[in-house]
């Protein structure tokens, strides 16, 4: 016979299954994914209160029955044995109290011991290649050292992801922590990398400011590239170049200098969870991040997926089995490069060759907010793409081009009405440094922007927001016998990959911004592109004592995007002679940096 104590959990857990259940018939407006998660759970206020009042009945319960701890097994606390160090927060979680905390804490717990020997060790578990210089994962001797008893070793189907990489980022280790265990701040952070992001569950809340021992449900939508936009239908998909995660994150210190953030899957960890999240799991991932003084610390990054095995576009065949489209690498060089613009974006002491046209910091500060909202925007807008349905054309020289429209209804930071999207991506036998620097360009970009229509452009204000010349923010000017434009663009490059991102500006706005005024009401409808190696590992022709000829950089996929503002009214529909005037727009701007670049063929 069941006890009492057992009989009260058992009504708690279908009480709150009956909660998961009604919200998961909703959807969250901010995040797009089911109303399970944290941000629409706090949008019912009664089932919120509801799901409070059931967790202090669950808490007084247990505390009453076992009021010294007696019972481990039962016992709310984060970790069996250690209760004090991971105290959990149950009037603060919103998910699934019928969830075993203990287990989970468990799972992490071996996750984190995991990671630091995954991040610690090199060889035999890490082996580095001769050709490309990067580590390969000895999965024997992982197998023999972390799971020798249980594994299934890989199974037919499945496939492993694994990469390792550090570097050095200049910003201060707790803000870098508390970043990461904040699902806004997380995805700022990889605007062209993570398209969605949210909070599930707060399963522990953790101990002090900085939220030691802090355990998060995640979930999370990684993708490639921009122009990877599924089609909406059964047959829908992504080239299998996208990567849609459900994890926990946990969050611990390891010592005066040193914390982890470790990510891993935990299976059934919720009911009725979609297929589409039993595709990718994470194994023990995430980072050691080590406290280097002076305010910057260096960050460890270990990733290591086992994923679904499935068809990839020829496109991106190379660069997603290379490992390098969501490999450690990315997300190090991605950090450096969105930290390091934070730093520019405060810094006092930029050289004035670095900031011309600007008088003052304000000024400077102000411009570079407006550039990175836009930049922001340009990933958030081909991000969400799988709220918008898209239709495939195809141009007349045989590129494809997605189209779909969308409405701004009262988003100040871009212009109200209907605004059309369209994307495609190409290959081009050119490295990606090259095609970066050629089309950030100003002086040469009339060679390929039809809108300039052969005008000159004349740089306004260049402001550094990088160490790279390439991390540039520029407002141009053209002008031509009808009319004068401004035009905003943010140029970005890491050892990965380059965005170029631009769009016409109010210019007695803009003149406002670069005085210091606020711009967040300044609207801006970016274009831009995205441009990625190809990943083709690429070998020398001839043999030399030259160092430049010792190796040859492979191609590019570059992504081209337009937003055009079809209607002012939001109830504009899309119509035949828009799409046609965006499949010109597309066709003569691949053609014209085809031509510029000497590679049509």
């Known amino acids: 016979m069941k006890t009492l104590y057992s009989k009260e959990i058992d009504k708690l857990r279908n009480e709150n299954k009956a909660f998961r259940d009604n919200i998961k018939k909703s959807s969250c407006p901010n995040c797009g994914f089911a109303a399970s998660c944290k941000d629409a759970i706090a949008g019912s206020t009664e089932e919120q209160k509801l799901r409070i009042e059931n967790a202090k009945l669950k808490l007084r319960s247990i505390v009453g029955k076992y009021p010294h701890g007696s019972s481990p097994q039962n016992s709310p606390s984060c970790s069996p044995g250690n209760d004090q160090e991971n105290r959990c927060s149950l009037e603060f979680s919103t998910g699934n109290f019928g969830l075993e905390k203990s287990r989970i804490m468990d799972v992490v717990s071996q996750a984190r011991d995991e990671l630091i020997k995954m991040a610690a060790q090199s060889g035999p578990l890490w082996i580095r290649s001769y050709e490309t210089g990067r580590e390969i994962l000895n999965y024997d001797q992982y197998v023999k050292e972390f799971c020798p008893e249980d594994s299934n070793r890989l199974q037919p189907k499945k496939s492993i992801e694994a990469s390792r990489e550090s570097g050095i980022i200049f910003v201060d280790l707790l803000w870098l922590v508390q970043s990461f265990m904040d699902a806004n701040q997380w995805k700022e952070l990889f605007p062209g990398l993570i398209s969605k992001a949210a909070t599930v569950d707060v399963i522990c ?315 967040s009401n300044i609207a801006v409808l970016p274009s831009g592109f995205s441009i990625l190696p190809d990943g083709i590992e690429s070998r020398p022709l001839v043999i030399t004592s030259w160092p430049e000829e010792k190796c040859t950089e492979g191609g590019s996929l570059l992504t081209i995007v337009f937003q055009i503002l079809i209607s002012n009214s939001p109830t504009a529909k899309l119509s035949m002679d828009s799409v046609d005037s965006v499949n010109t727009l597309i066709s003569c701007t691949l053609q014209s940096i085809k031509e510029s670049l000497q590679c049509e063929d």
């Open 205 to 519: 809340n953790g101990e002090g400011a900085n939220r030691d021992g802090a355990v998060h449900l995640v979930r999370q939508f990684n993708r490639l590239i921009i122009a990877l936009i599924p089609l909406k239908g059964p047959n829908a998909d992504t080239h299998g170049a996208s990567r849609e995660l459900y994890f926990v994150r946990y969050c611990k210190n390891l010592g005066a200098n040193q914390w982890a953030i470790v990510d891993v899957s935990v299976d059934n960890i919720e009911d009725n969870i979609e297929a589409s999240l039993k595709k990718c799991r994470k194994r023990p991932s995430g980072c050691i991040i080590e406290d280097k003084s002076n305010g910057h610390c260096k960050v460890t990054w270990v990733e290591h997926l086992e994923c679904q095995k499935s068809m990839v576009h020829s496109l991106y065949r190379a660069i997603v089995n290379s490992g390098l489209a969501f490999g450690a690498k990315r997300w190090i060089s991605t950090l450096q490069q969105q930290c390091e613009r934070l730093v520019f974006l405060v810094a006092t002491n930029v050289p004035t060759k670095d900031s011309n046209g600007v008088a003052t910091l304000a000024g400077r500060k102000s411009i570079l907010k407006l550039a990175q909202r836009m930049t922001w925007s340009f990933c958030r807008a081909l991000g969400a793409s799988s709220n918008n349905s898209w239709n495939k054309i195809t141009t007349k020289t045989g590129d494809e081009i997605r189209v779909a429209s969308r409405k701004n209804l009262n988003d100040p930071g871009e212009p109200l009405g209907t605004i059309l999207s369209a994307v495609s991506c190409v290959w081009l036998p050119v490295s990606h440094h090259v095609l970066f620097d050629f089309l950030r360009d100003g002086n040469r970009r009339n060679e390929w922007d039809i809108m300039f229509n052969g005008s000159k452009v004349h740089s306004i204000a260049k402001l550094a927001k990088g160490q790279d010349r390439g991390n540039t923010v520029s407002a141009l000017a053209m002008t031509t016998d009808e009319h004068k434009m401004w035009l905003l663009q943010d140029s970005s490059t890491n050892a990965y990959e380059s965005m170029v991102v631009y769009g016409p500006v109010d210019i007695n706005g803009m003149q406002s911004v670069m005085t210091g005024c606020d711009s």
